[in-house]
């Protein structure tokens, strides 16, 4: 009877949209409500040390292959099709390596959103995304990453932070 007054008062379109609008948001709050009934656990960090998932988005490192050889063939998609230009690469050659060699290869974390396109968008597995994760700083040039020179090493792979990193299961 409600629904088929509603129907004459509003228009079709209008009602069509209420009603499954309507249908989400009984459905949000009811996972909502199964949610609160779950238990929370708050770890009390960094003395107790947390777990990170896998696929945890730290600072980006370089790779290096089984013969300690830079992966990087100076492709330049990472540096494309990153949303905040935060890399920076100088194509260059180094004696005895065929493929071109990064003379220069730098990260700003600082404007770095982590959303992960230059991973993806390296062919050659180049670089990751890390587990290293307090990566807050006091210091400005802390967040400047260098292959080599006074910044932060960007092969650098020593634990920042207190954690384990969860199974991939
Ligand atoms: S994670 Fe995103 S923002 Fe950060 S360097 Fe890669 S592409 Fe750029
Ligand atoms: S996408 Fe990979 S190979 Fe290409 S420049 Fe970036 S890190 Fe190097």
Partial sequence: MTSSLLRTLIPFDI???MKLTGKYFGKV???A???AKRTHIVVEYPEVPTTLMPRFRGRLQMIKDEQGEVKCVCCLACEKI???QVI???KGKKEGRKTPFPVRYD???ERCIFCEFCVESCGFDSIILN???ELAAYDREDFSHAMEG???NMFDTTPVGHYSVASDD
């Fill in 82 to 84: 990153c949303p905040t």
């Fill in 107 to 109: 990260f700003e974390m």
């Fill in 131 to 133: 587990h290293q994760f």
């Fill in 33 to 35: 409500n199964r949610g």
């Fill in 150 to 152: 006074g910044f932060q």
């Fill in 29 to 31: 709050l009811r996972q």
């Fill in 15 to 17: 009602y069509g949209g």
């Fill in 88 to 90: 920076t690469i100088e």
